[in-house]
């Protein structure tokens, strides 16, 4: 399978407990995002990876989450002292920079969390 | 005005017909636009991008942008039970932003 790879695909926590979860990209795509969706609503945006530079993080990632993308392939998303508001599912999507129009952002199969 | 919206349905269709779904946008996510469709529990699947004015046609989808109007839409002809999934719009500013979503249309297929 050359597509998009998340691990694990359900997580079941306690409140307070950390969290990681892991994403590979398709192989040749160097940039990599992550969102998180929530029942009745799309995706939102939280993150995202050129390679291994983080350059852009949105108001919805509170310091609670960390993502790291060491080497710029797979990436990771950490979220500490978990609360019940994050139970979601994780979306990781990566795409291959183009010049001069906007990537084509390719789904993983998400992480389903839930916070118990 | 919210950044991308659709409205969120039930849109039932009969088997055969044409499926016509919408999305309105704002100024800030202008330049790109995707349509996803998502089965429920999965992830979004790319069902086509379009960037410029007018239509763009791949197998039974075409989709439609007019910028004037800040509106896109899907059209899904010869529709099947297996088109019956959300259908989920998204809006770029363009280059390496972040996708911007609606909540979503879902859609219906009657047999």
């Known amino acids: 399978d050359t597509g998009v790879s998340q691990d694990p695909r359900h997580k079941i926590t306690k409140r307070g407990q950390n969290v990681t979860f892991r994403c590979d990209p398709i192989s040749e795509h160097n940039r990599l995002y992550w969102y998180r969706q929530t029942l009745g609503q799309g995706p939102e945006f939280l993150t995202y990876f050129q390679n291994e530079a983080q350059l852009e993080k949105s108001r919805l990632l509170s310091d609670r989450f960390s993502a790291e993308r060491p080497k710029g392939s797979f990436s990771t998303l950490e979220i500490q002292r978990t609360e019940q508001g994050d139970s979601a599912m994780y979306l990781c999507?990566?795409?291959?920079?183009?010049?001069?129009?906007?990537?084509?952002?390719?789904f993983g199969p998400g992480t389903r969390l839930t916070v118990l | 005005q919210k950044e991308v919206e659709q409205n969120s349905g039930p849109l039932s269709v009969p088997e055969g017909a044409i499926a016509s779904l919408n999305c309105t946008y704002s100024?800030?996510?202008?330049?790109?636009f995707f349509w996803y469709r998502q089965y429920s529990g999965k992830s979004p699947e790319l069902i086509m991008s379009?960037?410029?004015?007018g239509d763009k046609e791949d197998g039974r989808f075409t989709a439609q942008l007019n910028k004037a109007s800040q509106y896109v839409s899907l059209l899904i002809r010869d529709s099947q039970p297996s088109d019956s999934a959300t259908y989920l719009c998204a809006g770029s500013g363009g280059g390496a932003d972040g996708l911007t979503f609606g909540k979503g249309t879902h859609l219906i297929i009657q047999p």
């Open positions: 100024d800030r996510v202008s330049q790109s």
């Open positions: 999507a990566s795409s291959l920079e183009r010049a001069r129009s906007t990537d084509t952002q390719y």
């Open positions: 379009i960037y410029s004015n």
